[in-house]
């Protein structure tokens, strides 16, 4: 009976212990450095609201994906802590905010942590009219599921993924769920999985195993497990994962073996393989790369050996998280990132491979991605299906999913721009898209090729224009039809002013002016006389046809007189016959005047005293220059 008292007294103070110290905020934040997050937020919730305290339950429900918790624990935060605010919170605190949907608020934090404007919602508009492909998802149906991500293909006829089903594991701190197991299955014609198989204990140990690749034999696979102990980095203690080989041999996986180039100071996951076998994409955090986890490819060579991991490059990678790497039998990359702009947390991104480099990446849109975690994207592009993991309902599942070429894309006018009477391409002239109400959507300099290409939108009216100095400007109306036209295809033809009238010339500076009869004014006047306003009038009504010209009044002197005096004079001159064109109904915006005096002769006589009066004469004169 003593015995039993004392080993119940030594329980007792065993367990008030283990309660003080539960509830110590020492003891919190060791379980946040161990990412144990929810156990974390419970102690946090239970002490004062400190920096560190509302920092880190903030953190804790932000890396739990308890997106309100955390928007409310930020936003307190900001408000009692004002100063030396690591940046890197307003991002946080942004995705938070979209994943809670509220774009506008997240926009704020986003510019402020980016020093530019974000505009999230202007985002989504033209992704909708961008992203190559609409998608249908639906969850598969998966008996005894709890979290299950990464799905994978195995073969012709079978599928591979991670699951934390496995009761008998020991629990993850992060979330509290049984530690990850690879299992394999087939997946019926209606979205089930059956038969559901853990790969053996080769495979599978008492840590983490996720994210199988398969060569196109099946003979060989490549996945993540997470090593058992911690290594300090920075300053957290970090289990970090590698990518481990398994060969298929007399019928079960074995010869397990991690990859040369992973290590303890770094992770290493997500493997994907290439269709050839040839090429091994990868995520890591290793040194050298932007930021947080980057996409990395490696290459397999024929005798068992690998080349240096590759970082592929500022375009594909962000200062953020990159994850999740496949790459499809058309050489297309998808991975998942949190850094490019997105709906919320990860989205699945997709990027051509062009003359052996990846192109900018391309978000996939609203009917695959999510306000929160989208990722582990594969596909059979042939058949245009594929399967991804999503957190959307609060839990990793799984997602089959069918694709389908985005019809929005497929409305767009093009064209060239050239010359009505050489036929030359114009390159270098402007092409404007507007709507029906004439507000600017789009507008471009056309290149070498002269061509422009516009995105639109079904059952709008639009008019597309093009421009060029010294050229009449070409307006075309046209409209989109769901159920008819789609694609438009129109030729800006442009008359140069030269060519369509003949009192319009190009001198040999390249300059286009209109050649009027010479104007006349009274010695030391500037006032327009009766037989001047003639021939203006003719500049007049060329500016009536053409609505969208712009002209340059210069007024010029003889050199005889002082030259501020002659200076003065041209620009009174030049002023009174602008004020004459105006008079006559030409809008003042499209009128310039300038006076150039003594200073821009046609000959010789440039000093007082030298030429005779008929040469001086040439001199005095208004020119007429169309600047557009």
């Known amino acids: 009976m003593k015995k039993i008292i004392y080993i119940f007294t030594c329980l007792l103070f065993v367990s008030g212990i283990a309660s003080a110290q539960k509830g110590s905020l020492k003891r919190a934040n060791k379980l946040f450095e161990m990412k144990a997050y929810k156990e974390a937020a419970n102690i946090y919730e239970t002490k004062d609201r400190s920096r560190e305290v509302l920092q880190n339950l903030a953190d804790s429900y932000y890396y739990n994906s308890q997106m309100q918790k955390a928007i409310k624990t930020y936003r307190e935060f900001f408000v009692t802590h004002t100063d030396s605010i690591d940046i890197e ?70 599928v591979a993924f991670a699951s934390s089903r496995n009761s008998e594991n020991p629990s993850f701190v992060w979330n509290d769920l049984p530690y990850l197991d690879l299992y394999n299955a087939t997946i019926t014609k209606d979205g089930t999985l059956e038969d559901v198989k853990p790969f ?5 140990t008492d840590s983490h195993e996720s994210n199988a690749t398969f060569s196109k034999d099946g003979k060989t696979m490549y996945f993540n497990r997470t090593n058992k102990t911690r290594t300090k980095t920075g300053e957290e203690r970090v289990a970090h994962i590698k990518i481990y080989k398994a060969e298929f041999v007399d019928g079960s996986w074995k010869n397990v073996k991690a990859l040369p180039f992973t290590s303890n100071k770094y992770s290493t996951e997500h493997p994907a393989l290439s269709k050839d076998g040839k090429t091994l994409y990868f995520a890591s955090d290793m040194d050298g790369g932007f930021g947080s986890f980057d996409i990395y490819k490696v290459t397999v060579n024929g005798d068992g050996t690998y080349g240096e991991p590759e970082n592929l490059g500022e375009k594909i990678n962000t200062k953020h998280r990159e994850q999740f790497p496949f790459i499809s039998e058309n050489n297309v990359l998808y991975f998942s990132s949190i850094g490019h702009l997105g709906f919320g947390g990860l989205d699945v991104f997709r990027s051509n491979s062009v003359n052996g480099s990846f192109d900018k990446p391309v978000n996939l849109g609203s009917s695959i991605n999510s ?36 019809y929005l894309t497929k409305y767009q006018v093009e064209g060239v721009v050239t010359d ?16 029906e109400s004439g507000t600017v959507l789009q507008d471009t300099i056309v290149g070498d090729d002269a061509t422009y290409l516009f995105k639109i939108e079904p059952n709008k009216k639009y008019t ?20 008819g036209k789609v694609q438009h295809n129109i030729e800006l033809i442009l008359e140069s002013y030269a060519d369509a009238e003949a009192a319009v010339k190009e001198d040999e500076k390249g300059d286009v002016k209109i050649n009027l009869d010479k104007i006349y004014f009274d010695f030391n006047k500037s006032n327009i006389r009766p037989d001047a306003a003639v021939t203006l009038d003719v500049l007049v009504g060329l500016m009536q046809k053409y609505p969208d010209m712009e002209v340059e009044v210069s007024a010029h002197t003889d050199a005889r007189g002082k030259d501020q005096y002659n200076l003065d004079l041209s620009k009174r001159r030049a002023a009174s016959t602008l004020e004459y064109v105006v008079s006559r109904g030409i809008d003042r915006n499209r009128l310039r005047s300038i006076g150039y005096g003594e200073m821009q002769p046609l000959n010789e006589c440039d000093k007082e005293g030298i030429c005779e009066d008929e040469e001086y004469d040439i001199n005095r004169r208004c020119e007429f220059k169309i600047l557009n």
């Open 420 to 435: 009505k009477n050489s036929k030359e391409l114009l390159d270098g002239s402007l092409v404007t898209l507007m709507d």
């Open 371 to 406: 306000n929160l975690d989208d990722f582990a994207y594969v596909i059979r592009e042939k058949d245009n299906r594929g399967y991804m993991s999503s957190n959307r309902t609060g839990y990793d599942r799984l997602y089959g999913f069918g694709r389908e070429e985005n």
């Open 200 to 204: 053996s204990s080769d495979v599978n």
């Open 464 to 483: 597309v224009r093009g421009t060029r100095k010294a050229y009449i400007p070409q307006d075309v109306e046209f409209s989109t039809d769901s159920k």
């Open 89 to 158: 919170l307003y991002f946080r605190y942004a995705q938070a905010l979209k994943g809670a949907k509220d774009y506008k608020e997240a926009d704020k934090w986003l510019s402020r942590y980016y020093a530019k404007p974000v505009n999230t919602l202007s985002f989504i508009d033209e992704n909708t009219k961008t992203t190559p492909h609409t998608f249908k998802l639906k969850q598969l149906e998966n008996k005894n599921s709890s979290n299950d991500f990464g799905m994978s293909f195995y073969g012709d006829d079978k």
